[in-house]
């Protein structure tokens, strides 16, 4: 079964950074993508980012480039999101998911981890 | 970006009821929609994915249809557990992205 606990929110000032885990079991976590969404009361859900199985390829949604970075440690079944320079707008329940198989939709997802972004 | 947008954001229903959300995407994304469930409290639900496949385990009375710019999530029957709000993502092109969510709504 495919388990995916999320960590690292917490309450932070503007202008502040947090880094966020993903823990993942039950797959082979190489082989996949993950990725990362939020929610948010006034936009309900925003992808965010996702990496390639391998780590070479990361992409980013517009609100968040230049600001995060998403990685991950194979070796450890872990998924990092490193949050920059962040705003009130930021503020939001974090997603983890995992990529589907088949390419691009997201099949699994944690239960999230609240981050809030305020002075 | 893709801009992704759902109709009607909030749809009022009855048990019983066939309902239907219709997904609109500023460009072509073929058949690149996937469609989930949202619940207070809950991890999203992955239901559909290449618009019209459903995913392993949902019920039947779940269904997608289109491609290009047009998708629809129908639900047949409309059933207690399926009150929520569900949400459309294309993943033709990065960044991917969402729509906005329809809530259903007794």
């Known amino acids: 079964e495919v388990q995916l606990l999320e960590s690292g929110g917490a309450l932070v000032q503007p202008g502040g950074s947090l880094r966020l885990s993903c823990a993942a079991s039950g797959f082979t976590f190489s082989r996949f993508s993950m990725g990362w969404v939020r929610q948010t009361p006034g936009k309900g859900l925003e992808w965010v980012s996702v990496i390639t199985g391998n780590g070479r390829e990361t992409y980013y949604a517009t609100s968040v480039k230049g600001r995060f970075t998403i990685s991950r440690d194979n070796s450890k079944s872990t998924v990092y999101l490193q949050m920059n320079s962040l705003r009130v707008e930021d503020t939001a329940l974090y997603f983890c998911?995992?990529?589907?198989?088949?390419?691009?939709?997201?099949?699994?997802w944690g239960q999230g981890t609240l981050v809030t972004v305020s002075s | 970006d893709i801009q992704m947008t759902q109709s009607p954001s909030t749809l009022p229903a009855s048990v019983g009821d066939r309902v239907t959300i219709t997904c609109w995407a500023s460009q072509n994304i073929n058949s690149w929609l996937a469609w989930y469930q949202l619940k207070p409290g809950k991890a999203p639900k992955f239901l559909i994915y290449k618009a019209s496949s459903l995913e392993t385990g949902v019920p039947s009375r779940f269904s997608g249809s289109g491609s290009g710019t047009e998708f629809t999530l129908t639900i047949s029957s409309l059933q207690p557990d399926d009150f929520a709000t569900y949400y459309c993502q294309q993943y033709n092109s990065y960044p991917r992205t969402f729509g906005q969510g329809t809530k259903l709504e007794i």
């Open positions: 998911a995992k990529d589907d198989v088949r390419g691009g939709s997201l099949d699994s």
